[in-house]
């Protein structure tokens, strides 16, 4: 147990914790305008409840897998040209391919894809097993970014559990004001997907050569670039006085904003 109390584990716990936040906040947006379109509070809470604890599940079942596959490192599968490569190399070469090519996706889709709110819009009700069997396959497709994202982060499954479980806690009870703080900066987006291209090239270098990945001690780089980032943003945020922001012009991200959201918004500008 002393492993998961190192400085390495708890620094590497709060930014997975910060990541999922940020970046899975879409998945609750996603989810959320899927249940507002259920008719009756009660068949909303019932498929909310059902979201929250089969996400927490298969997150936590996926996480044990990679686990597993990170403990057949040595074991190799196959050789190419005098290199072997066992199971834990292949799929952090597959996933940090993966997370690279998503998150550039993913900023380019941010900044010049088609706004979500406007193919959301006018939909008709669903019926409770359309909404669960959609939120079952947006949560599959957020939870595989989740899961390559913890296994570039934190070295043992345990943080990586406990780290995903909190960020879908709080994601399930304080979304409306997370997405609201996020829509309003939305540079910290743009900068957590930054840092998933820089886990994604980790995953790649580690798959590749764990040896001289572990010796150029590659995360801790990655944990100064992110604090550093992270705490010049804050600063800017909060050195920006309130006549500066009046006149800011804030890019709007193409992403999905919740109904109290865009009601928030609608009371300010008046």
Do not use: C
Not at 52 to 79: A, C, H, P
Not at 119 to 129: A, D, H, I, V, Y
Not at 131 to 146: E, R, T
Not at 216 to 244: D, P
Request: aromatic content about 8%; proline content about 3%; cysteine-free.
């Amino acid at each position: 147990m002393e492993h998961l109390f190192t400085s390495e584990s708890i620094i590497s716990f709060f930014i997975l914790v910060v990541l999922e936040v940020v970046l899975g906040i879409d998945n609750v947006i996603f989810v959320s305008i899927i249940l507002n379109r259920l008719k009756g509070d009660k068949a909303q809470k019932k498929a909310r409840r059902f979201w929250m604890i089969t996400g927490i599940l298969s997150r936590s079942l996926m996480l044990m897998g990679l686990g597993w596959l990170l403990s057949q490192k040595g074991k190799s599968v196959f050789t190419i040209a005098g290199k072997g490569f066992d199971l834990a190399s292949i799929v952090m070469l597959a996933g940090g391919l993966f997370l690279i090519y998503k998150s550039v996706m993913e900023i380019h889709h941010k900044l010049e894809g088609e706004d979500p709110n406007e193919t959301l819009k006018s939909k008709p009700p669903l019926s409770f097993g359309k909404a669960i069997g959609q939120i079952l396959l947006i949560d599959a497709v957020f939870s595989f970014d989740s899961i390559i994202t913890a296994g570039g982060t934190a070295k043992h499954v345990e943080i990586m559990i406990a780290a995903v479980v909190i960020a879908m806690t709080v994601m399930f009870l304080f979304s409306p004001k997370i997405s609201a703080f996020i829509h309003k900066h939305p540079t910290l987006k743009m900068l957590a997907l930054s840092f998933l291209v820089m886990i994604g090239l980790s995953l790649v270098i580690e798959g590749w050569n764990p040896a001289a990945a572990h010796d150029l001690s590659l995360k801790n780089y990655i944990y100064f670039g992110m604090a550093f980032s992270f705490v010049v943003e804050m600063l800017n945020m909060t050195m920006m006085s309130r006549a500066a922001r009046k006149r800011a012009h804030v890019v709007k991200l193409n992403e999905p904003v919740l109904q109290e959201e865009t009601k928030n918004e609608s009371d300010m500008a008046k």
